[in-house]
Structure formats: structure tokens, C-alpha cells
């Protein structure tokens, strides 16, 4: 790969993984705007599918579970997320596979799911707690004790509230432009594995 070309990819993996942290999803643009991004990601995503580059597919695809994650998208952000963590188990990315755990929790809880989305928190929280992430572990516990408070389980969210404050708090970042990212080839030996569908636990959890 030449040197153009090294740019432009780190160019867009950084983007991505910013992007992926900062944007909250009470800051999306308008709606027409909102659309044609996801509509340009979704493109973006099928050039990277088609070049086989699994790291940019992930991070395009947290970023639109993060566009999607609106009331009465919640299905599509789920699928965004349940495809971007297969990929990222295959690569062995246990950080991206903590966002992309935690996001589903999100969504989770945007359906009324509330012990599903600790179940996944709580898979995040193993993640982190291997890879030493000190902020993330607080901050995951923190929404553990925040659920299990919703819940009524008022002596749950006490030992997650006191395990949490031992972590430190995480930094705010700021939010970055919505520039999109410039296309990147690579290539991987074979496709991932497809993880255990989001929507199976959803149905799971609703013939309960």
C-alpha cells in the first residue's frame, strides 16, 4: 500500500472510531440530513464489504446502529450492532466488542428490555475488566446500577453504585464534524462468523 493510500485509511479508521464514542444520539442532525448520511454509510459500507475490509465494516456499522438508534429504528440499529460484533470477535477486537455489547444494551433498553441489556453490560464489563479499562468499567456499572434502580431492585443498584465509584469518571469528548470517511481497501482471509442474532434473544425474551 503506498503512502497515499496508508493516509487515507488511517484517515478513516480514526474518523470511525471517534465517531463511534462522540456522537450522542440526542445530537443527530436534521432529519433529511440524518438521512442522507445513513444513506452514504450504507454505501460506504457495501465498498467496504465488497473490498473485505472487516475493520472498516465494524466501525460503519456501530456508526449507523448509532444513526438508527432513533424510536422505531431500534430494529435496525440491533441488526447494525449484532453484525458489527460478529465481525469484531472474528478480528479479536474485545474493545469494539464492548461498544458494540453496550449498544445493544442501549437498544435493549429503548425496547423495554432492561435484563436483557444488563446481560450484555454485563459481557461488556468482563471485556473491560481484561482489557483494564478503568473508565469503561465505571461507566458500565454505573448503567448496570442505573437499570437495576429502574427495576426497583434498590439493593442491586447500591452494590453496582458503589462498585462504580471506585473507577474513575470518563472524559467527555468533543463531538467531530460529520465529514465522512474516505473509502479504504484491505483485505482478510475469510469472512467473520455471524454472532448469535440480537432479534433471537429479542423474540427469546418476549415468549418468555
Not at 51 to 56: A, G, L, M
Not at 168 to 187: C, D, N
Request: charge should be neutral; include cysteine; charged fraction near 20%.
Amino acid at each position: 500500500m503506498d503512502a497515499r493510500r496508508c493516509s487515507l485509511a488511517l484517515r478513516g479508521l480514526l474518523f470511525a472510531a471517534v465517531a463511534v464514542v462522540c456522537i450522542p444520539a440526542h445530537a443527530q442532525p436534521s432529519p433529511d440530513n440524518h438521512q442522507r448520511m445513513i444513506a452514504w454509510y450504507e454505501q460506504t459500507l457495501q465498498d467496504a464489504t465488497t473490498s473485505k475490509n472487516y475493520k472498516e465494516q465494524a466501525n460503519l456499522l456501530l456508526i449507523l446502529a448509532k444513526y438508527h438508534s432513533v424510536p422505531g429504528d431500534e430494529k435496525q440499529a440491533m441488526d447494525c450492532y449484532t453484525r458489527a460484533l460478529s465481525i469484531l470477535r472474528w478480528m479479536g477486537d474485545r474493545g469494539g466488542e464492548a461498544k458494540a455489547l453496550s449498544g445493544l444494551a442501549n437498544v435493549y433498553v429503548s425496547l423495554g428490555h432492561k435484563q436483557l441489556a444488563i446481560e450484555n453490560l454485563n459481557e461488556a464489563l468482563l471485556i473491560q475488566r481484561s482489557q483494564n479499562d478503568l473508565s469503561g468499567q465505571g461507566k458500565t456499572l454505573n448503567a448496570i446500577a442505573d437499570l437495576y434502580s429502574d427495576m426497583g431492585q434498590t439493593e442491586k443498584a447500591r452494590q453496582y453504585y458503589d462498585r462504580a465509584s471506585k473507577f474513575p469518571a470518563p472524559r467527555p469528548l468533543p463531538s467531530p464534524k460529520l465529514i465522512p470517511p474516505p473509502s479504504v481497501s484491505a483485505s482478510a482471509a475469510s469472512p467473520p462468523p455471524v454472532a448469535t442474532s440480537a432479534a433471537t434473544q429479542l423474540a427469546e425474551a418476549d415468549s418468555a
